[in-house]
């Protein structure tokens, strides 16, 4: 009895002995292919391909760069984690996936946010004490990050915006700086959600030094908003349209507008020939 016992340590031991032995060369091992790898510049399962999925916006090249990928990463000690962490510090950005796909390929999958609205940037730069005016046109996303640059046939799909800037003020990737901007995007994805038959009326936005103007695809009306803009104004707005269209719809010819003031907490209207854009 006490010989098998005896028998059945060591074979108990013998098996931990075996067990650790193998731990240490396999840590030996994974310390000479980091040296390998950081000495000789010698990599290991070195990443050959790079497949990158759901970007529109972003370049490939960008995400190449912003997860520090170059020929002589290697796959085995490549940071997925990490790399997630450093692309989603892009705002154009919502999520990533990151998968490897052994021995020498890198599968990127990336959500973007979805573009939303549309915002013309009229530049004013003072150049050779002469000033010239430019147009650039962004999509924005619901939360106002600047996403792409885009050409002006795109203007008509969306509601847009049109603010005068500067040019230092304009940065793809960030998020819009200017109260009226953020306050307009919020107010309007509410609107779109509540009123739907109100939010496809919206032709466009006009924020200046003076404040918000609105304008309607039908151009019957321009609306002065003031400094701000809230769904409460907007719903304010819509009841007020709405009212003078079922009582004073004759009575405004062809050749009239409607201006609408709403900067106060009493709505001010008064009509106006000829339709001119604002």
Not at 170 to 196: A, C, T
């Amino acid at each position: 009895m006490i010989e098998e016992y005896r028998k059945n340590e060591v074979r108990s031991k013998k098996i931990i002995r075996i067990i650790l032995a193998s731990c240490i060369v396999i840590l030996v091992l994974l310390l000479l292919i980091k040296l390998l790898s950081g000495i000789r510049k010698a990599v290991v399962l070195p990443i050959k391909k790079v497949q990158i999925y759901g970007n529109t916006y972003i370049q490939n090249n960008e995400i190449v760069k912003i997860i520090d990928l170059d020929t002589g990463s290697s796959i085995l000690f490549f940071n997925r984690k990490r790399a997630k962490l450093s692309l989603i510090q892009d705002k154009r950005i919502s999520g990533i996936e990151i998968v490897k796909e052994y021995p020498d390929t890198l599968r990127i999958y990336i959500a973007e946010k979805e573009k939303k609205f549309l915002i013309k940037f009229l530049i004013k730069n003072l150049i050779n004490n002469s000033l010239m005016d430019a147009e650039h046109t962004y999509w924005l996303s619901s939360e106002g990050v600047i996403l792409k640059e885009t050409t002006g046939r795109d203007l008509e799909m969306f509601p847009f915006i049109t603010i005068n800037v500067n040019n230092d003020d304009i940065r793809i990737g960030d998020l819009i700086d200017n109260f009226m901007v953020e306050g307009i995007l919020s107010s309007i994805k509410e609107i779109e959600n509540v009123y739907p038959e109100f939010y496809k009326r919206i032709h466009s936005f006009s924020v200046n030094e003076r404040g918000i103007y609105v304008r309607f695809k039908d151009n019957n009306y321009r609306v002065y908003l003031g400094n701000t803009i809230t769904r409460e104004k907007c719903e304010k707005l819509r009841a007020l349209i709405l009212v003078l269209e079922n009582l004073y719809a004759d009575m405004i010819s062809d050749n009239e507008i409607l201006e609408i003031d709403l900067s106060f907490s009493n709505a001010a209207v008064r009509k106006r020939e000829f339709k001119n854009d604002l």
